[in-house]
Each structure stands twice: as C-alpha cells, then as structure tokens.
T-cell receptor
Framework: DAGVIQSPRHEVTEMGQEVTLRCKPI?????LFWYRQTMMRGLELLIY????????DSGMPEDRFSAKMPNASFSTLKIQPSEPRDSAVYFC????????????FGSGTQLSVL | SQQGEEDPQALSIQEGENATMNCSYK?????LQWYRQNSGRGLVHLIL?????REKHSGRLRVTLDTSKKSSSLLITASRAADTASYFC??????FGAGTRLTVKP
C-alpha cells in the first residue's frame, strides 16, 4: 500500500488567494483526519470524517477553512482567502476503524502564505 | 483538555543512555498512543496501550500507563542517534500534545 498521499508537498501563495490541499487515505480506512502543525500551536486537529461524513469540525479555525470528502478515496482542505497566519504544515491521516485507533499520517503539505 | 501533554519539552542524552518521556491527561480514556516525528515528516505510530493495560513493550520501547494518576511514560532503552525526533502522545479524540523533542548525541 502506498500509504496516505498528500499533495502538493509544498505550496507558496500570496495572501488572499485560494488554497486547496488534497489527501488520499489508505484504501479501506473509514476515518480521515486533518491536522495543522505550527511551532506556536503544536499539532491541532482541524476536522475528521467517518465514512465521508464530517464528525467533528470544532478545530476548524474560521469560516475561511472548509473540508470535504466527496468519496472514500479523496478529501480536500480549502482555505479561502488565505492569510499569512495560515502558514503551517498540514497533515492528513487515516485510520482503519475509529477515532481511538492507530493513525497513519501523510508526509504533509508545507504551506507558505506571503 | 482532551489532549495529552508531554514533558519534558526537550531532552538531550548521549547514545546508549535511556530516555524517558511523560504524558499527562485530564479526562478518562480508552487508550493512549505514542507517535514519533522526524523533522519535516509525518508522525509514525509507535505503540498503543489500552486503559486496562499497565505496561507494554515493543523492541526498545516500554510504555506504562497509570490511569489513577492520568499519566503515561515512554522509555527508550539504549538510545541511538537515529532516535532523535519529537515524540507525541495522543489520547481519545486523537488530539496531541506539544511533544518532547529528543536529541541523542553520538
């Protein structure tokens, strides 16, 4: 299995632009998680899905952030409009059976908003 | 808070020494997990310990869980330079603490 696949690996954009991050979970995994990591705030859980349905989005910082999972093999995290404080590494992770089980992480997307 | 909190924030040891990291949490849990993150990479799962377990081993890793104190510890024995990384604990709801940055000097 190829593991959790995220794209792009790096994204540099200007303030005000729309940014879309993509994630392909491991096949057969029912849960998908989006995290944001910064030096100041550590690793924050933004949102997670079960069987393509958002379960907990309480970590989504603002209305500028939105996440979708149109099918079991694809999810997007969108920031519109982007701001410099959104600069961070965004990770996607998937889990086979539940919120309390082993997570498999992707390599992350390094986002820089200028 | 639903997340675990690791301490110390940073730990520096010599190769061959043991490294101990701690995790504290505030709510009751079903299980607790430890992960490792090498610089610039995604987290890698190390070990999961369930609330009815007190100790678990995996290679050079030993994890203990004390539910009465709401704490866990991760012990890495005979550390190697390759163990240099950040270590995180996660409780239920998959929320992580700030991590412990471990540096193992050759």
């Amino acid at each position: 299995d190829a593991g959790v696949i995220q794209s792009p690996r790096h994204e540099v954009t200007e303030m005000g632009q729309e940014v879309t991050l993509r994630c392909k979970p491991i096949s057969g995994h029912d849960y998908l998680f989006w995290y944001r990591q910064t030096m100041m705030r550590g690793l924050e859980l933004l949102i997670y899905f079960n069987n393509n349905v958002p379960i907990d989005d309480s970590g989504m910082p603002e209305d500028r952030f939105s996440a979708k999972m149109p099918n079991a093999s694809f999810s997007t995290l969108k920031i519109q409009p982007s701001e410099p404080r959104d600069s961070a590494v965004y990770f996607c992770a998937s889990s086979l059976t539940g919120e309390n089980e082993k997570l498999f992480f992707g390599s992350g997307t390094q986002l820089s908003v200028l | 808070s639903q997340q675990g909190e690791e301490d110390p924030q940073a730990l520096s040891i010599q190769e061959g020494e043991n490294a101990t990291m701690n995790c504290s949490y505030k709510t009751s849990i079903n299980n607790l997990q430890w992960y490792r993150q090498n610089s610039g990479r995604g987290l890698v799962h190390l070990i999961l310990i369930r609330s009815n377990e007190r100790e678990k081993h995996s290679g050079r890793l030993r994890v203990t869980l004390d539910t009465s104190k709401k704490s866990s510890s991760l012990l890495i024995t005979a550390s190697r330079a390759a163990d240099t990384a950040s270590y995180f604990c996660a409780t239920d709801y998959m929320r992580f603490g700030a991590g412990t940055r471990l540096t193992v000097k050759p």
